[in-house]
């Protein structure tokens, strides 16, 4: 009905956009002496090509619904692999997301984007062992890493930033809802 699946890279997407707007300085960007803030979350998604690795650019995320982000990163990956990407596709990113889960990656450290202030990894999901109410159980789980350019963003921001994501993919009905 929609021209795409749902899939979980539109609830990453909207979750960064929710950390973003907690965590402003994770927007922005070193130009000259000056921390320049975006007011804007335009979305970077690492695609894997023969040819090496793009990033085109998901604009506007916190205006778009699930659906127009899957079929956003869908149209840009059938671009990507044949080769048709613009520049304007790939320009103006402040934030990028990119997924070595998709290569069997258990954990690895993504390299920042220029001018960026931080990307976003994710991992393979695999099940592993956990405690849940004292009670050991089997859940699928991910790691997630963050690189990010310390001269604008330090350490506990973000560990903020990536506890906030968290918590909105464990609780997905908040961002379903906009909550």
Do not use: W
């Amino acid at each position: 009905e929609y021209g795409a699946r749902l899939g979980f890279m539109s609830f990453f997407v909207k979750a960064s956009v929710s950390a973003l707007s907690v965590f402003p300085d994770v927007n922005s960007y070193i130009e000259g002496e000056e921390i320049v803030h975006r007011e804007y979350y335009d979305i970077g998604i690492a695609v894997g090509t023969e040819r090496g690795l793009v990033v085109p650019v998901v604009r506007d995320c916190d205006n778009l619904s699930f659906a127009d982000i899957e079929q956003s990163i869908e149209n840009y990956a059938t671009k990507a692999r044949e080769g048709t990407l613009s520049i304007d596709d790939l320009q103006g990113g402040g934030f990028t997301i990119t997924n070595g889960g998709v290569y069997g990656s258990l954990l690895s450290t993504p390299i920042l984007n220029p001018p960026q202030s931080a990307i976003l990894g994710m991992h393979k999901i695999e099940k592993r062992a956990i405690v849940v109410d004292d009670e050991i159980v089997v859940r699928p789980m991910m790691y997630l890493a963050m690189s990010y350019d310390h001269r604008v963003i330090d350490g506990k921001e973000a560990v903020s930033f990536l506890v906030h994501i968290k918590n909105c993919l464990e609780d997905p009905a908040r961002l379903l809802l906009g909550v």
